[in-house]
């Protein structure tokens, strides 16, 4: 008993302090409260950080609840712009329409260190959005207004290298997400001359990187990542750069996921190399493959496959039942480094053919290659496959060791993105040869 009413107080408590926090944000969007907003969104936004994470959950709820437009008040406008498009009509419906919150959420932007806040509230939204899809509007007004104050124009591309502060280097080696930098030994190698590292900066973030890419310099579109990853390698003169390869990109801030950043950097990180080193005549990547595995070993209908020409479906058939026959009917085998090795050419050849398949066939889909819908979309074109280019414990789990290298060839980007939205992958002759 005693338990039951220290929990209904708990319960209590808890109310409380969810129903004076939606007060604050109501005095914020008050007129009183636009005078006073900074005081007002300071305390407001170290209250919410205070909050359990039941709380949270409440505050979350009640803001697509409770802050969201009249429906009414939008269906009379929307009737009235209907009858009468005209530019005062329109002005009315769009303020109308908009959720308050959005407005809630600018106001809270104002107070100092508010930007990080709004990101990381984001951040924890977005942990409940797929458990609870009603929250799916409130994280469009995030996304909305994140979009907007990050927008590229806004961002700074600063070079990262050996005399940055330590504490970006730290942030660095923490948040590389793709190969994991094994210490600053590591790190040192991967800031050398021939290799480069670029992030984007927000000025309301100035010491926190929002994105980094890392770059090797090589005489050829490499076909591995060891080599390039391999921290007691030499470094390389620079009468042999001929290529930039983007072989790592990596996302520091979650509560920014869906907010281009990457496409842009990457072309920009493109335009400086170009600047600075004329040499550079190809700018390509060495990317992995992280939904292969799991798609091959789905057994999807390979005849079903968007695009497919005459025979292509019965020679992926084929290349499947051989692929079988080779692992004794269970695909997941060629995950190991053995398995992989003791192929022989024609069980390869079939392996490529069905990578090849998935990277032209599925990636514009909503079930695509992540990475691979990020660099075509991104108006990349598919260039090469290189099996065992990533015999890792990771590459081999996630795409038995293919990699593939995307193109970046700035004079096409743009036709190559626009056939992408219309559903056709630019890939070369190398990869059409394989299918």
Known sequence: MLEGLKNAARRAGNDRALRSLM?????????????????????????????ADDQQAGFFERLSRDFSPDPKAVLSVAQAYADEPSADNLIRLTHLAEPPRQELLRRINRTPGG????????????????????????????LHLLSSWFNPGFLQMQKVDWRSPAQLLEQIIHHEAVHEIDGWDDLRRRLQPDRRCFAFFHPQLPDEPLIFVEVAL????????????????QPLPPDQFKVAA??????????????????????????????????LKTFCTLSPIPGF??????????????????????????????????????LATLATAATL?????????????????????VSTTPGGDAVARFHLDNGARLERLNPSGNLSRK???????????YLYDLQKVETSHEKFTQGDVAHSRAVAALL
């Open 115 to 142: 930007t990080a806040h709004i990101v990381s509230m984001r951040r924890k939204l977005l942990a409940r959005v797929k458990a609870q899809p009603e929250l799916r509007a409130l994280e469009a007004d995030f």
């Open 341 to 361: 090795n003791g192929l022989a050419e024609a069980e390869r050849e079939a392996l490529a053919r069905l990578c090849a398949a998935y990277l032209v066939h």
């Open 395 to 405: 590459g081999l789990k996630q795409s038995f060791g293919m990699m593939v290298n």
């Open 23 to 51: 007060l604050d944000c109501r005095r914020l969007l008050s007129e009183r409260g636009e005078a006073n907003s900074v005081a007002i969104a300071s305390g407001l936004v170290a209250r919410f950080s205070n909050l």
């Open 293 to 330: 595995a799991t798609w091959l070993t789905s057994r999807s209908d390979l005849a079903a496959l968007p695009g497919l020409k005459r025979g292509e479906a019965e020679r992926l058939v084929q290349a499947r039942e051989l692929l079988d026959e080779a692992s004794g009917g269970d």
């Open 246 to 279: 983007f072989y790592s990109i990596s996302n520091c801030q979650p509560g920014l996921k869906g907010v281009s950043l990457g496409n842009f950097l990457i072309k920009r990180v493109a335009e400086q190399l170009k600047r600075e080193l004329p040499q």
């Open 218 to 233: 090589l005489p050829e579109m490499p076909g591995a990542i060891a080599p390039l990853i391999d921290k007691n390698s």
